[in-house]
């Protein structure tokens, strides 16, 4: 019982402290309708170089492998084999980690 209230406690503080990072904040489209990373704008050159190194990450032969091999490791070490609770957020953060990849490559792919 008192393992259960420690993690329900800490899920509520977490999730109320802690804002992941989103494809949106990599980079972000501005008010002006441009694009920024770390606050500062993409070149049309740049944007277009980035789409098609996007694209060619994407739509490669190797990019599933990666995704489906991270994602199998994250739920293998977070969730098949995990001796603690630590385990268990380790796992979740590998999958969200994952994720993010996959969302900022769509993300810059159809800029």
């Given at each position: 019982?008192k393992?259960?209230?420690?993690?329900?406690?800490?899920n509520?503080?977490?999730?109320?402290l802690?804002?992941?990072?989103?494809?949106?904040d990599?980079?972000?489209?501005?008010?002006d309708?441009?694009?920024?990373?770390?606050?500062?704008?993409?070149?049309?050159?740049?944007?277009k170089?980035?789409?098609?190194q996007?694209?060619?990450?994407?739509?490669s032969?190797?990019?599933p492998?990666?995704y489906?091999?991270?994602?199998?490791?994250?739920?293998?070490?977070g969730?098949?084999?995990?001796?603690d609770?630590?385990?268990?957020?380790v796992?979740?953060v590998?999958?969200?980690?994952?994720?993010?990849?996959?969302?900022?490559l769509?993300?810059?792919?159809?800029?």
């Amino acid at each position: 019982m008192k393992n259960r209230l420690y993690n329900l406690l800490i899920n509520i503080v977490i999730r109320g402290l802690y804002k992941g990072v989103t494809a949106k904040d990599i980079l972000r489209k501005g008010k002006d309708g441009r694009i920024y990373f770390r606050n500062k704008p993409l070149s049309e050159d740049q944007i277009k170089a980035l789409k098609e190194q996007a694209t060619v990450i994407y739509e490669s032969s190797l990019w599933p492998i990666l995704y489906a091999e991270a994602e199998y490791r994250a739920v293998e070490r977070g969730f098949l084999k995990s001796k603690d609770n630590d385990d268990l957020i380790v796992g979740k953060v590998m999958l969200y980690t994952n994720d993010l990849y996959q969302d900022v490559l769509k993300r810059i792919k159809n800029l």
